[in-house]
């Protein structure tokens, strides 16, 4: 069974550039996650999709990040202006029950 | 919301030995806890989990105990090996909104 598929692996930006992420979860899976991870921390969560609809977005920083899953299956994750405060892993994860099950990420670095 | 510590940050045993990583959380409402394992340049790995009406959960080298009462769990590995080196993150989770800790470094000398 094929995994979380995550891309770009890697995206280098310049600031006020605007930047996207693609995330193909696992077959079958209903619940599709974007988190954000920095450096020798854990991940945080910054929304979460049961189907079509954001069912928590609450740690999204609305002004900067959007994202959408049409329908219900791929997801973006988008940034635009980014900031330098922005370069981190962005790792995708979905699930079917309570485990969750996560792709590669995607490592940005804004210059 | 729910709070996760997770100790040590650092840890480093040697080949053969067993290795002891614990959380605490915060939210008694929190049923779920999984165990990841994250290798460098990769994404979180789940390897074990644990819900909340069970008290130990074992697979093979690795085992995972819960104390709902005192509302912390721990992760043990035996006979570890130089490939258990890797991050190792607990969670915790209530209605599917995982929780993580800030991670263990475990450094397995062989």
């Known amino acids: 069974e094929a995994g979380v598929v995550q891309s770009p692996r890697y995206k280098i930006i310049e600031k006020k550039q605007p930047v996207a992420f693609w995330c193909n979860p696992i077959s079958g899976h209903n619940t599709l996650y974007w988190y954000l991870q920095n450096l020798g921390q854990g991940p945080e969560l910054l929304i979460r999709y049961e189907n079509e609809e954001a069912v928590d977005d609450s740690q999204l920083p609305k002004d900067r990040f959007s994202a959408e899953r049409l329908k219900g299956v791929d997801s973006t994750l988008k940034i635009q202006p980014a900031e330098l405060g922005d370069s981190a892993v962005y790792l995708c994860?979905?699930?079917?029950?309570?485990?969750?099950?996560f792709g590669p990420g995607t490592r940005l670095t804004v210059l | 919301g729910e709070n996760v510590e997770q100790h040590p940050s650092t840890l480093s045993v040697q080949e053969g030995d067993s290795a002891v990583i614990k959380c605490t959380y915060s939210d008694s409402a929190s049923n779920y806890f999984p165990w990841y394992k994250q290798e460098l340049g990769k994404g979180p790995q789940l390897i074990i989990d644990?819900?909340?009406?069970?008290g130990e959960k074992k697979d093979q080298r690795i085992a995972v105990t819960l104390n709902k009462t005192a509302k912390h769990f721990s992760l043990h590995i035996t006979e570890t090996q130089p490939e258990d080196s890797a991050v190792y993150f607990c969670?915790?989770?209530?209605?599917?909104?995982?929780?993580f800790g800030s991670g263990t470094r475990l450094q397995v000398q062989p």
């Open positions: 969670a915790a989770s209530h209605r599917r909104a995982l929780t």
């Open positions: 644990i819900r909340s009406n069970v």
């Open positions: 994860a979905s699930s079917s029950s309570d485990e969750q099950f």
